[in-house]
C-alpha cells in the first residue's frame, strides 16, 4: 500500500475543502464529543437561526415556518403559481428523493400534473435555493454516462424534517441515513467551493453499466472523484468505481471517500491517490 502522512492527506483535502485548514493541528482520532456534533449537525442542517434552537419540537415549529413564510412567499416572488396547494403537494414528494436522478414523467404521474408544470416547479425551486440539480459529468473516456441530473435539497437539516428525522437515533436507524449524509456532503461541498478562488467544477458520475461516483469535482486538469459513505468502516471495494477512473481518464484523478469513522487512511498506489477521509474534516 502507497504511504503518505497526514500532512500530505490534508494538503489534498485543502484543495477539495478550505475548512480543513483548521484540521492542521487535529489530532487523527476525534472524540465521542465530536462525533456527537457531527452527526447532530447533519439533522439540524446550516442555518443559523435552527442551530440556536435546543429541543427537536423548537426545530419542527421552526421548519414549518420557514417552509410556509418563505418557501411559499418566494415561490411567488419568482414565477406565476396557480396552486400552492399542488405546489406544496410536489415539494413534499420530491423530499425523499434527494441523491436520486430526475425523472420528469415518474414526478408527473405521482403529482397529477404535467411534466410543463413539473419542469416549472423544478425551476422555481431551483431559484430560491430550496434543492439543487447536479449535471452529469461528461468527457471523452466513453459515451455510454447516463445524461439525467440528480437532485438535492441544499440543507441536511430541512430534508430531515421532511423526512420526520427528528435526532440523531432517529437519523442513524432510517432507511433514507445514506442520502441525508450524501446530502450534507454535497451542501457543505457547495459551500467551501463558492469558498475558493479557483472555484472547481461539480458534477455526479454514473454510467449505463451501472458504475457510479457521487460527485466528480474538475479544476483543470484535476479531477477530485468522491464517494460518500455512512459506514464507520472503509474497505478498498469503496473505491473500485474510482479505480475504474483513474485507469480510464488521461487527467490526474485523486480518489477520495469521506465516511462517519475516525481516521484518514490511504488506499492508493504509486499511480493514483486514494484517500478514506472522516466527515469530520468538514467541522
Known amino acids: 500500500m502507497y504511504k503518505r502522512s497526514v500532512d500530505d492527506i490534508l494538503k489534498l483535502a485543502l484543495e477539495i475543502s478550505p475548512c480543513v485548514l483548521l484540521s492542521g493541528a487535529r489530532q487523527v482520532g476525534k472524540s465521542t464529543l465530536c462525533l456527537s456534533l457531527d452527526r447532530e449537525y447533519r439533522v439540524t442542517g446550516g442555518y443559523l437561526e435552527i442551530l440556536k ?24 416572488d419568482v414565477g406565476e403559481l396557480r396552486d400552492i396547494s399542488a405546489f406544496i403537494r410536489f415539494y413534499n414528494i420530491i423530499a425523499p428523493r434527494s441523491c436520486g436522478l430526475v425523472n420528469k414523467s415518474d414526478l408527473a404521474n405521482e403529482a397529477n400534473l404535467s411534466e410543463a408544470t413539473v419542469n416549472n416547479y423544478l425551476s422555481m425551486l431551483e431559484m430560491i435555493y430550496q434543492i439543487s440539480l447536479l449535471q452529469p459529468f461528461a ?47 454535497y451542501a457543505e461541498l457547495l459551500k467551501h467551493i463558492g469558498y475558493s478562488q479557483a472555484q472547481a467544477k461539480i458534477y455526479h458520475y454514473r454510467t449505463n453499466d451501472k458504475k457510479e461516483i457521487d460527485f466528480i469535482l474538475e479544476k483543470g486538469n484535476k479531477i477530485f472523484a ?34 462517519t469513522g475516525d481516521d484518514m487512511l490511504p488506499f492508493g498506489d504509486e499511480s493514483n491517490a486514494r484517500f478514506a477521509l472522516p466527515l469530520s474534516l468538514f467541522f
Open 53 to 76: 434552537i435546543d429541543s427537536a419540537k423548537g426545530r419542527s415549529l421552526w421548519f414549518n415556518a420557514y417552509i410556509s413564510t418563505y418557501v411559499e412567499r418566494d415561490i411567488r
Open 139 to 185: 468527457s471523452n473516456i466513453s459515451k455510454r454516462f447516463i445524461k439525467s441530473s440528480k437532485m438535492f435539497m441544499t440543507d441536511s437539516g430541512l430534508f430531515c424534517h421532511l423526512l420526520d428525522i427528528n435526532n440523531v437515533d432517529e437519523l442513524l436507524n432510517s432507511t433514507h441515513k445514506s442520502d441525508v449524509v450524501e446530502t450534507f456532503v
Open 226 to 259: 468522491i464517494e460518500v459513505k455512512s459506514s464507520k468502516s472503509i474497505k478498498k471495494d469503496a473505491f473500485k468505481h474510482i479505480e475504474d477512473l483513474q485507469k480510464k481518464s488521461d487527467k490526474e484523478v485523486i480518489g477520495i471517500v469521506f465516511y
